[in-house]
Structure formats: structure tokens, C-alpha cells
């Protein structure tokens, strides 16, 4: 019986198949990477709009224990009437240390030395130093994880402060800081004590708190530094469309005018979440199309950058009485 041959060891790939594999590989990979970068930022997004709800139930634990919100941030001198704006306007305490006690961040609040003010600039700078830990201090609840940089100093567009970033800021409305007392139509501006009974427009259409991201401007939770200008304004960063700059009470707040109202630079182009021409004091979201948004109610909810400006600026009035349909944003 004749044995046929024993099969040989096979050769290796060719250069062609070689190349086929990895073509395929590579079209697999480049098919699977967009799906997969989406479901992180999905995930970015979802604990983004956490930390919003859990900031929204701290500040209605405030209004349960006080009445009110908490103010934007609470000046250390209080204002004057007819007082020019430089002269009333001083450091002061932000909104997220006052409603540290119902993040479970107790000890955080108890380091506060509040007799010392936040850093007045009048001769010896007070209250910097002894306010180390609270100034200096990162909390995860105040960071969007989409930002990424969470360390810092705050770079305020022209010089640098020591102190911890925060990503989110108050709703201060319509603001303009050249009035005295500056008051907001918003639900948080400087020494504000807004109540719920105040929100004639509903609190499920009124926003609260609203992103702001460290490639447009700074924002902080804790204080507001120095005073209206002294050490440095806030100003839009290196690199951003629009050179604006205002004062530093917008590293706790953003707000929707007036345009004009401010120190340097040239007036912001656009209110909206991530219009490409915002100012220092505008909101801004590395989310793709738009920004995370607290409401009144407790709610967070996604505003798209191309809402309707007036939409938005009716969204930010606690008692502007418009009428705004839910299909608006």
C-alpha cells in the first residue's frame, strides 16, 4: 500500500495576509474607540449631574435650617449706598463652604475662622493665612470629572492664587456690579437671602448652580479673594476668543449681563452654555453641546448650547414671570 506524504509544517503569513490582518484590526479599533470614549463621557456626565443633585440637596437643607439660600457669597464688609463698586466690594465666604455642614463635610466647616473674613487686601492680607485648610482643601463634590484638572493654583488669567478650583458656579441672573447694593435676578448673587416663596417663576424652571470648566475661567467654592479687582481681576484664560476680564465675587457665580459690565478686555459675545465668545463670568461644560445645570427644585438637568438667549436669560430670572414651555431647552 503506498503512503501518501506526511504533511509539512505550514509557512508563515505572507506579507499580504499580514496586512489584511492588521487592516482589520485597525478598522475594528477605529470602529470601537468612539463607542468607547462615548460611554466615558456618558459616565463623566452622569457623576457630573450627581454632584449637582447632592450640592441641590445641600442647599435646600440650608433653606430648611435658615429660611433662604445662602448668599452667592457673603462679603466681608457689607455694602454701602452710593458707594462706589471698588469701595464695597471685598473678600468674602462662597456659597459651597456655607453649605459644607450638610455635605458631610463638617470638620472642613469647622476649620473656618469666619471673624477673619476670606482675604481682605487692606494693609496685612487677613484671613488668607489662618483660612489655609478651607481655602486649600479639594472636594470631589465641587469637580466635574469631564474638566480633569482638579489641582491648583487658580490661574486668574493674568496671575495665580493659591487656592482649591470648584467647577461649579451660582446663577446669579441678571447682576450688574456697578450698582450698590449689586443685586441679582437670579437665585444667588452677593449677600443674597432668596427664599423659596421668592421664586415666583418655579423652581423647576429656575436655574441654581451651572458648570463652569478651567479652560474658559476659574471658579472656586470656597471664597471670593482679595476684592473687586486687587489682587487681580478674573479673566477669560490665555488662549480664549475673547480677552474679558471681571471681578473676582464670578469665581463663585456666573450670570447673563449686562455685557458691558466689565473691567477690562471686551464684552462676551454670548450668554449661553458654550458659546465660543463666553466672558470670565459665563458658564461653560466640556460635555459635548452644552452644560449640566442645577434647577431650583433639586433637579439637574443638560441645557444645550443652542438654546434661544432670551430662553436662557428667562431660565436664570427667579421672578421674571415668562412663560417657558419645556420643549424651550
Known sequence: MRRGRAPGPRGAFTLIELLVVLAIIGLLIALLLPAVQSAREAARRAHCQHNLKQLGLALHAYHDAWGSFPPGYLPSRAPRPGASTGAELGAGWGWGTLVLPYLESRPVYDAANFDLGFGEVTGEV?????NRTVRQVSLSTFLCPSDGDASGPLDLGGATIAGSPGQYVASAGWM??????????GLLYPGSRVSLGDVIDGTGSTLLLGERSRNLAEAAWAGSFGSHADPAPLCTKRGWPVRSCVGLMFLLMGRTGP???????????????NHPSAGADGFWSRHPG???????????????????TRVFRSLSSRAGGEVIGADSY
Open 176 to 185: 450688574d456690579t456697578s450698582r450698590s447694593p449689586i443685586q441679582g435676578d
Open 259 to 273: 455685557p458691558g459690565d466689565i473691567i477690562g478686555g471686551q464684552a462676551a459675545g454670548g450668554i449661553t452654555p
Open 290 to 308: 452644552g452644560c449640566e445645570f442645577l434647577l431650583g427644585d433639586g433637579s439637574a438637568r443638560f441645557i444645550k448650547s443652542s438654546i434661544d
Open 126 to 130: 487677613v484671613g488668607l493665612r489662618e
